[in-house]
């Protein structure tokens, strides 16, 4: 079956700008997880949703990172006033139940670069 | 605090060496899950293992191994006769028993040279 997808792959935006990321898991996976990569790091959780409610925002940086997940599928990360700070790779990763035993299954990413 | 450490920021082998990726991993949960990804020059993460805290067991499938040792809080990584499609960072995690996140390190970039 599809793995977990990410639009844009690359997304090129300018200080100031509100961008947004798209994440559609894998196919009957009710947990969905954000995180972050910068150059040279691992990832960095930023949310959790179980079915359509974040479980655990713990991670967002700030109140310009905000995610929504409506349906309990498809999941939108959005940034405001995006600072250059924010450029990443943002990652998404679905797993079935989206507990600690679980796996993980990663989407390709999206390359965000801020001016 | 959960913490997983890679020590080793950069190895290069020659293809058919065998190499050895390091994570020591700090928890004070008695359960909890490791876990090791490929990222390869794509940039997708590629899961390669799961291993739970109660099962200290050596894990071994085709050329990659797993060593996981409880008493060093180390889950280390073996790759036999390496190849050039080995070439790839590979990233350790930790997931602890009340959190659903991954705790990665900061990965251990392998180059297999021909």
């Known amino acids: 079956g599809a793995g977990v997808s990410q639009t844009p792959s690359n997304k090129v935006t300018e200080k100031g700008k509100y961008v947004e990321l798209r994440c559609d898991p894998i196919s009957g996976h009710t947990a969905l997880y954000w995180y972050r990569q910068s150059l040279g790091q691992g990832p960095e959780f930023l949310i959790y949703?179980?079915?359509?409610?974040?479980?655990?925002d713990s991670g967002l940086p700030n109140d310009r990172f905000f995610a929504v997940r409506p349906e309990g599928s498809v999941s939108t990360l959005k940034i405001q006033r995006t600072e250059r700070g924010d450029s990443a790779v943002y990652l998404c990763?679905?797993?079935?139940?989206?507990?600690?035993?679980?796996?993980?299954?990663f989407g390709p990413g999206t390359r965000l670069t801020v001016l | 605090a959960q913490k997983v450490t890679q020590a080793q920021t950069e190895i290069s082998v020659v293809e058919k060496e065998d190499v050895t990726l390091d994570c020591v991993y700090e928890?004070?949960?008695?359960?909890?899950?490791l876990f090791w990804y490929k990222q390869p020059p794509s940039g997708e993460l590629v899961f390669l293992i799961r291993?739970?805290?109660?099962?200290?067991q050596n894990e071994i499938s085709g050329r990659y191994s797993w060593n996981f040792q409880k008493s060093t809080s180390s889950f280390n990584f073996t790759i036999t006769a390496s190849q050039v499609v080995d070439s790839a960072v590979y990233f350790c995690?930790?997931?602890?028993?009340?959190?659903?996140?991954?705790?990665f390190g900061t990965g251990t970039r392998l180059q297999v040279f021909p």
């Open positions: 990763a679905s797993s079935q139940q989206g507990n600690q035993a679980d796996t993980q299954y």
């Open positions: 949703f179980q079915g359509t409610g974040a479980a655990d």
């Open positions: 995690a930790l997931s602890e028993y009340n959190t659903d996140k991954l705790i």
């Open positions: 928890t004070r949960d008695t359960t909890y899950y």
């Open positions: 291993r739970n805290s109660f099962d200290e």
